[in-house]
Structure formats: structure tokens, C-alpha cells
């Protein structure tokens, strides 16, 4: 994503059911910001049998010190489901122009990742209503919660 006319990489943790489990905005696509991302994400649950990234070079030595016995794939449409995740962050951002402050860009790719698992209902927070009133339910439960 761009921020103030610089591309920025948004890394993206997506379970197999496609909850996003984590995300991470950085300046740069390096091994630092990589065992910056894994580190995060692994700490919202148990290691994953496999991990499904394309062929960037740094994930590779991450991977094999943050998790050495899970999969590495990095086949060519594997990673088509959070390829496609990252389409509805861009079509939001496309009539926006861009965002100006990389703080402000990094909370609205969180923002717009929790939008996206209450609006699949992968949580509790009105998970068992229709579909399209559960983005609804689920604001006026968490506004009552505050």
C-alpha cells in the first residue's frame, strides 16, 4: 500500500478458515520486519503445520528459525487467499486517495482486518445473527461493552 507516495508492505496472517490473525505494516520487505511479523503472529496461537508465503527471500531463514517444522509452500497459487484479502483493503483505500501517516495506515489496516472477521463471524460477537445485520449487532454489542 502506499503512504505519503511511498509503497509500504502490509504483511498479513490468515488462518485456513481466513481469519486474519495479525497484521504489520512495514517501511520496508527485509529479514527484520519479517521476524518482526512472525513473532507477532505467533504469538496468538499454536504453531502452524504450514505457512503459505510467495518467494520473497527473507521468510526463508525466518521460517526456519521461528517455526522449523512447519511447511514452507511458496507455490505459484497457493497464497491466492490472502492475495485476494489484501483486494478489499486496496478497494477501500483506492477512493481514498492514499493515507498520509504511516501510523494512520497501520490502524486502519488493523481496523479494516477486525471489520472483516466480524463480518465472517469469526467471533462470538453476534455471530449468530444474519449476515447482513452482523456488522450492526456486533458495533451496538461492543458499544454497550464500553
Not at 43 to 61: H, I, N, S
Not at 80 to 85: W, Y
Not at 124 to 134: M, N, Y
Amino acid at each position: 500500500m502506499k503512504v505519503s507516495g511511498r509503497w509500504r508492505y502490509l504483511y498479513r496472517a490468515v488462518d485456513q478458515y481466513g481469519r486474519v490473525i495479525d497484521i504489520l505494516l512495514s517501511e520496508q520487505r527485509d529479514t527484520a520486519a519479517a521476524r518482526r511479523f512472525f513473532t507477532r503472529a505467533l504469538r496468538y496461537g499454536p504453531a502452524p503445520v504450514e505457512v503459505t508465503t510467495d518467494k520473497a527471500g527473507p521468510y526463508l531463514q525466518v521460517l526456519e528459525d521461528q517455526v522449523p517444522t512447519a511447511a514452507h509452500i511458496t507455490e505459484q497459487y497457493e497464497n491466492n487467499p490472502i492475495e485476494s484479502d489484501h483486494a478489499r483493503l486496496k478497494a477501500r483505500l483506492r477512493p481514498m486517495r492514499g493515507l498520509k501517516q504511516f501510523r494512520s495506515a497501520a490502524r486502519i489496516a488493523a481496523g479494516h482486518a477486525f471489520v472483516q472477521n466480524l463480518r465472517r463471524g469469526h467471533y462470538e460477537l453476534a455471530a449468530d445473527t444474519p449476515l447482513l445485520l452482523r456488522l450492526a449487532t456486533a458495533f451496538t454489542e461492543l458499544t454497550l461493552a464500553m
